[in-house]
């Protein structure tokens, strides 16, 4: 059991968690999984990423899925030196970081793909791509200049999703229209108001793939990425006092919508 706080184990965890985490995860090409629901789904999906998995005794006692690797026992303190959470649930991974190009939906017949331009709330990151995995979409997107999926806060709010569907990171906008016009693939962006109404367009998508743009927290896609597309504008007919939707629950009623067509 690993009970010193100056253990190189510490170190290295430490390092892909504080200020300067975002650079040592990109140069390391490693990341850290908390909690007994993602270090579980990790296992169950990919085991092959994980590089060692560190847990307390009381946490050796919760799993519920089998893990024949070796399992590294810490004391009380010391996950809680290591962890990102203030309450630690005595399960941590330390996991490969594979980034994904669009190469991974290459092969797949009639893809509905979610694409998230410069997106910068880790909640809703981690939330558009469990969205994503609950409604059956191929793949979620992520532009340059986006929050780093790999951040703790990002993993938490995935519960589990991030090893069940693709997701490529670092797409810029002409890198994606390039690609559904090799594919031939009919690319949609979101606006809070004009272009055709969402209940419309999904009728007339069964069976057919597409590509659904979603534009910043704040400023919606700028008018540079505006002509740089060539895309079919849609909104969500709303008939409520509301002027609009935040963008993770913009981007749950479009997909759930596709995958309902």
Do not use: C
């Amino acid at each position: 059991m690993i009970t010193s706080l100056h253990s190189s184990h510490v170190e290295k965890v430490k390092a892909l968690l504080g200020p300067r985490g975002a650079k040592m995860r990109a140069e390391k090409k490693l990341y850290v999984v908390e909690g007994p629901t993602n270090v579980e789904s990790l296992i169950n999906s990919n085991s092959k990423l994980i590089e060692a998995i560190y847990m307390t005794a009381a946490g050796r006692e919760r799993l519920r899925t089998n893990w024949s690797g070796e399992v590294i026992e810490v004391s009380d303190q010391v996950m809680k030196a290591m962890s990102d959470t203030v309450t630690p649930q005595g399960f941590l991974a330390l996991v490969k970081l594979e980034e994904t190009g669009l190469e991974a939906f290459a092969e797949i017949s009639n893809p509905k793909l979610a694409y998230f331009w410069q997106i910068q709330d880790p909640g809703n990151a981690g939330t558009v791509i469990r969205t994503a995995d609950a409604f059956g979409f191929d793949g979620v997107i992520f532009s340059d200049n986006s929050v780093d999926i790999f951040s703790p806060k990002v993993i938490r709010s995935t519960a589990g999703s991030l090893w069940q569907i693709p997701i490529a990171t670092e797409i810029t906008l002409n890198e994606l229209i390039d690609f559904a016009r090799l594919k031939k693939i009919e690319v949609f962006v979101t606006e809070a108001t004009g272009g055709e109404e969402l209940t419309n367009i999904s009728k007339r998508l069964k069976n057919k793939g597409s590509i659904w743009i979603f534009g910043n927290e704040a400023r919606g896609l700028s008018d540079d990425a505006f002509r740089t597309i060539s895309a079919t504008s849609v909104s969500i007919p709303m008939s409520g006092g509301a002027e609009s939707l935040n963008l993770a629950t913009a981007a749950s009623v479009v997909m759930y919508a596709v995958a309902n067509a």
